[in-house]
């Protein structure tokens, strides 16, 4: 039972990257596009995250409750020591998601939006930022549980040139998503052309963050590059990467969205697989070469196998309804306004 | 501010902010969908506008009530680790089902507020509903899971080992039912006086009075019977809190002393060092038979317990107080607009009637903050009663009181701008709805 819970968890903070991600790469596009074009955009990236944009955050949801009954010495030892990366994740969390509702459901649109609009576009960046500086801590070998004075413990466990590059490599996976995402979204041939362009040019902003991690990573003494290529299926995910974000480039040109949305999300499943492939089931690696492992740290045996039914049992309720609400929102299109 | 304190006072302004939203989050869609409902069914525009008009609120409530419960579950790892650790694995299961029920509901928001005209009506009303029961199942699992702090079970302590766990007996704690159900009935009176309050107000300022009658109708009488129903669920939380808190019912009563036939106190200043209590009215033998049926059982008193193992008595004295004369004041004026509906129905329209609401706008939510003190508070020093104390639980890194002064920041800025919002809801609606008159649509 415990693989079943894992496999949730995996495919939880996949789905979170992926549809949170592209929810946050809304944001961070919107702050990265002229001011002529923002009104356009910003009206299709509602239209299309609108309907599925409370639901996409409840993957974090899943993943945190995984985390804390399932594996609570996980959750907390990140707990303790993330705290402050923590924190300002959720101060993004936070304004992010209520500067969304207010700038589309206040009443009158006037300059209150000049509020809503810099807190959504700013906590759109702050979040994923912070969510790439906690899973590259995670990660790293920071975390020292030696640690007695509070930088060793509280800020260094996290503050690196590694956790910042992956930190920013996150932020621009996000628009990266996002980007993919509206050209799908858009209606005419100009819009098309605006987003594509968009789109291939994050691709080369990816890739220079990706280079970024890596040139950190090795600064550092991280050995990222003998996790992803000591095995097989490592490679073998890297390389598959590669091919389809070559295949997505050429591919921009032509009207095939729903391709391209699924080469996206195809690459960056295999980015996070290459990088939990190599050292699972460990999930924290700690100062001193000691790791909490998925195996060994889980909860009772009672514990795990009800956490697996009841995930099982919510998935039945839920991954239809979210198919069937995706679905209908994606056939049909046109007023979707909520006024 | 030491950092035990600050854990203490973020919890606190976390769940006391949260508890509000996730009220109304988990009330307003019963109201929203009677609204569409009598939309359907007699095709007045006014139906329409008044579910319109409320699904945006329900909008804004559930994204903040959403947020701010997802700090909360960061924030039990972030203050407790140490409780989380070893609570997590037992008490996760209602967490894990409530993910679920969130889920649900989120997905069915979805439908719900994009849905206009895109599906069959009355798919498109069940899907408010679905709103309506899965944000109800998700505040009953949480409150389960709360409940197991003030009555752990599903695991043997043995040598501070946590042995043998079950989570379903921890779900299904003997607290569960008592506090899930005093605490859903109080979201349906706490956000029914509320928003009835609102659209009083709005009836009585004479703008879009159509509308607003029949917003305020649907409110107060959710409002109204729910007002009815909860002593009888506050008098299931007396006795089972008399069994198996005695320690916090004698802190919600100051009650100091052991007795045969004890009074009720009502009111009073408790003074902790003299163990009485000053200017109380007392009804003689009435706190026995609150707690235990029998108007001559004893009621254990303070004395019972060591002084490290009693909670703030003040607090939770007034806390109580509060609550139970807040949800009186609410019944009377529940008993008066039933008597209206039925019988004299010029009090139900007349200007005293509106303005008595008016005033009762907030009783309820202070109600509710104060029961939730009486609830928390009553229960230190233990974060799991009987088994771990909070000052055990609280995390080693320092500069709590930092975070615990963002978070207020981010709070009250939070509550500024939804009030401000909610505002401009109420006053736009004149000009955003043309609700004079009772015309029908086909």
Known sequence: MVYVVIIFLWTAILLYILLGGADFGAGIIELFTSRANRPRMRKKMYEAIGPVWEANHMWLIIVIVILFVGFPKIYTTVSIYLHIPLVCMLMGIIARGTAFVFRNYDAVKDDMQKVYTPIFVISSVVTPFFLGIIAA????????????????????????????????????????????????????EQDRQLFTRKARRTIFVVMAAGGLVFLAAHSEGIPLLNWIFSDVPGIIALIMATISLVITFVLLNRNKPVMLRLLAGFQV????????????PDIILLKGGDNLSLLTHQGQFKTIETLGYALLIGSIFIIPALVYLIYSFQQKKGNTSAH | MDDFLAARLQMAFSLGFHIVFSCIGMVMPF?????????????????????????????????????????????????????????????????????????????????????????????????????????????????????????????????????????????????????????????????????????????????????????????????????????????????????????????????????????????????????????????????????????????????????????????????????????????????????????????????????????ATPMGFLALEAGWTVTEVGRQPWIIYGVMRTADAVTPMPGIAYSFYLFTAVYISLAIIVSLLLFRQITMVDKLYDSSTDKKIQ
């Open chain 1, 137 to 188: 801590s995670a990660v790293s070998g920071q975390i020292d549980l030696q640690a007695r004075d509070f930088l060793s413990a509280y800020v260094f466990s996290w503050l690196s040139w590694f956790s910042v590059t992956v930190g920013i490599f996150t932020v621009t996976i996000c628009a990266y998503l996002a980007n993919v995402f509206i050209i799908g979204e858009a209606e005419d």
């Open chain 2, 31 to 359: 109201f929203m969908c009677t609204a569409h409902y009598l939309w359907l069914k007699r095709k007045k525009a006014v139906y329409l506008d008044v579910t319109k008009a409320w699904s945006k609120g329900v909008a804004i409530f559930f994204a903040t009530g959403a947020v701010s419960g997802t700090v909360l579950s960061f924030e039990l790892g972030l203050l407790w680790p140490k409780f989380m650790e070893h609570a997590g694995p037992i008490f996760g299961m209602p967490f894990s089902l409530e993910g679920t029920a969130f889920f649900i509901e989120a997905i069915a928001l979805g439908f719900y507020l994009y849905g206009w005209n895109r599906f069959h009506p009355w798919f498109h009303w069940f899907t408010g509903v679905i709103v309506g029961i899965s944000g109800l199942l998700s505040g009953i699992l949480v409150v389960a899971a709360n409940a197991w702090m003030n009555s752990p079970a599903g695991f043997d302590f043995v040598n501070g080992q946590y042995l043998n766990i079950d989570p379903m007996k921890a779900m299904f704690n003997e607290a569960w039912f008592s506090q899930a159900l005093h605490m859903c009935v109080a979201a349906f009176v706490s956000t029914g006086f509320a928003v009835a309050g609102v659209h009083a107000l709005m009836i009585l300022k004479g703008k879009n009075v159509n509308f607003h009658r029949k917003a305020f109708q649907i409110a107060a009488i959710f409002g109204t019977v729910a007002a009815c129903l909860q002593p009888i669920s506050g008098d299931i939380s007396a006795k089972d809190v008399a069994q198996r808190q005695p320690a916090k019912l004698a802190a919600m009563e100051a009650h100091f002393h052991t007795e045969k036939g004890a009074g009720l106190i009502i009111g009073g200043i408790p003074d902790t060092a003299t163990k009485t209590v000053k200017y109380a009215l007392k009804i003689p033998k009435a706190l026995s038979f609150m707690a235990t049926g029998d108007f001559n059982a004893e009621v254990k008193g303070l004395d019972q317990f060591a002084k490290k193992d009693q909670p703030p008595v003040a607090v939770v004295h007034y806390a109580f107080q509060i609550m139970v004369g807040l949800g009186m004041a609410m019944l009377g004026l529940a008993v008066i607009y039933f008597i209206a509906l039925i019988k004299k129905k010029n009090w139900a329209e007349s200007k005293w009637m509106l303005k008595l609401f008016v005033i």
């Open chain 1, 269 to 280: 499943t295999m980015i996070l697989f290459a990088a939990t492939y190599s050292h699972f």
